[in-house]
């Protein structure tokens, strides 16, 4: 990395700023449209999900291990268990598809 390093910190702040406040400044009457709302609602858990779902393969010795504990997840989770059981339920899924894997 050449140059002077100020600029890329100004310029990585000026961008976050931008991005801030530019609908601040641009959407000042409330959104009616119901697209555009369902699609704001969701933006929070589609991003949580795009960093949750790689990290839960890739953080296993072996993919197959996190897909396997992935797929117990889910199905214990439609069965309505709060998140610690589900969480100890994939570790110990992780830990039993390591020991056979």
């Known amino acids: 990395m050449s140059g002077n390093p100020y600029i890329y910190i100004f310029t990585a702040a000026f961008v976050s700023y931008l991005i801030r ?5 641009l959407i000042r009457k409330p959104i009616k449209n119901k697209f555009i709302k369902s699609f704001l609602y969701y933006v929070p858990y589609v991003t949580l999900a795009v960093m949750t779902f790689p990290a839960i393969i890739e953080a296993t010795q072996s993919p197959v291990s996190g897909i396997i504990a992935l797929a117990v997840g889910i199905i214990v989770s439609y069965l309505n268990l709060g998140l610690f059981p ?3 339920i ?12």
Not at 21 to 25: A, D, E, F, G, R
Not at 90 to 101: D, H, P, R, Y
């Open 21 to 25: 406040v530019l609908p601040l400044t």
């Open 86 to 88: 589900v969480a100890c």
């Open 90 to 101: 994939c570790c110990g899924t992780v830990f039993l598809a390591e020991l056979f894997i």
